[in-house]
């Protein structure tokens, strides 16, 4: 069963910083596709939204309430770390952050897989 561990969430004051870390392991079986690697938050009450995400070619892509402030980033081979530095953080910032990693194995052969989550708190 795939794996995914986050790390780094806390709590910090407003316009402070935090780095996420998510580490994939356990995905022996997925050798042979490609993954895209995806940070997504969730407040209770409210959907999971997408945070950012990044390819296994490298391109990213953020929410527009986290551009310029927020930078995704992966480790280099095997690529199955993915980090969330935060920047200039918001009381509206505060969530559940969870990894997730997609694999993409063929046409319409997807399998997702979702971390536990890390709490990161922005106190105003």
């Known amino acids: 069963q795939v794996r995914l561990e986050e790390s780094g969430g806390g709590t910090v004051q407003a316009g402070g910083s935090l780095r996420l870390s998510c580490a994939a392991s356990e995905y022996s079986g997925y050798t042979y596709c490609t993954h895209d690697m995806n940070w997504y938050r969730q407040i209770p009450g409210k959907e999971r939204e997408f945070v950012s995400g990044i390819d296994s070619d490298g391109n990213t892509n953020y929410a527009e309430s986290v551009k310029g402030r927020f930078t995704i980033s992966q480790d280099s081979a095997p690529k199955n770390t993915v980090y969330l530095q935060m920047h200039s953080l918001k009381p509206e910032d505060t969530a559940m952050y969870y990894c997730?990693?997609?694999?993409?194995?063929?046409?319409?052969?997807?399998?997702?897989?979702w971390g536990q989550g890390t709490r990161v708190t922005v106190a105003s």
């Open positions: 997730k990693i997609v694999f993409l194995c063929g046409d319409s052969d997807m399998h997702n897989y």
